[in-house]
Antibody
């Protein structure tokens, strides 16, 4: 079945850019039925949607993060990526990549998550 | 944006007893044209990603035990675990998908064993 796997550095310095990649296996990222997104969870806290991308490259971002976020897709590699610039300690979190429907934004598949710590 | 709230923040229930979690949306998530409530519930066990449990407010995802049930309409919803099992210890989140983006989750309710 379809699986998602996050990869990237676990430690990022303040003011630098956080970069993560999600690899989709067991299915195609070019499905017309789904969006691919990033959701984060600070330690001990709730879930925050960061943004989503369609295989065509169309994106939606959380307004609270929009100025710092870029999500991109590479259909040839079946991957999508997150860049979050100018990070601070408040960006320390588990970052999940996920799949949700194009019509109904239900998150039906999640990656295992990757912990990213912002610290000097 | 639609704001989701949940109550209680946490609860402890004896094994085999009923657990009830409430979720409220700041505006109705009932779509009148199809009479469906755009409300989902997720379960997140410690150290794991969330898992979709229920959608359309009351439809269980494939493989979800029938002790989990969802109810409610409009702005007020409930997730009920009819007979709590040890493996149900988790944080439960509600999410509306009536008005997206953004995806908005409730703050979560932690369920423990008493």
């Amino acid at each position: 079945q379809l699986q998602l796997q996050e990869s990237g550095p676990g430690l990022v310095k303040p003011s630098e850019t956080l970069s993560l990649t999600c690899t989709v296996s067991g299915g195609s990222i070019s499905s017309s039925s789904y969006y691919w997104g990033w959701i984060r969870q600070p330690p001990g806290k709730g879930l925050e949607w960061i943004g989503s991308i369609y295989y065509s490259g169309s994106t939606y971002y959380n307004p609270s993060l929009k100025s710092r976020v870029t999500i991109s897709v590479d259909t040839s590699k079946n991957q999508f990526s997150l860049k979050l610039s100018s990070v601070t300690a408040a960006d320390t979190a588990v970052y999940y990549c996920a799949r949700h429907g194009r019509q109904q934004w239900l998150v039906d598949i999640w990656g295992q998550g990757t912990m990213v710590t912002v610290s000097s | 944006d639609i704001v989701m709230t949940q109550s209680p923040d946490s609860l402890a229930v004896s094994l085999g007893e009923r657990a009830t979690i409430n979720c409220k949306s700041s505006q109705s998530v009932l779509y009148s044209s199809n009479n469906k409530n755009y409300l989902a519930w997720y379960q997140q066990k410690p150290g794991q990603p969330p898992k979709l449990l229920i959608y359309w407010a009351s439809t269980r995802e494939s493989g979800v035990p029938d002790r989990f049930s969802g109810s409610g309409s409009g702005t007020d919803f409930t997730l009920t675990i009819s007979s709590l099992q040890a493996e149900d210890v988790a944080v439960y989140y509600c999410q509306q998908y009536y008005s997206t983006p953004p995806i908005t989750f409730g703050p979560g309710t932690k369920v423990d064993i008493k």
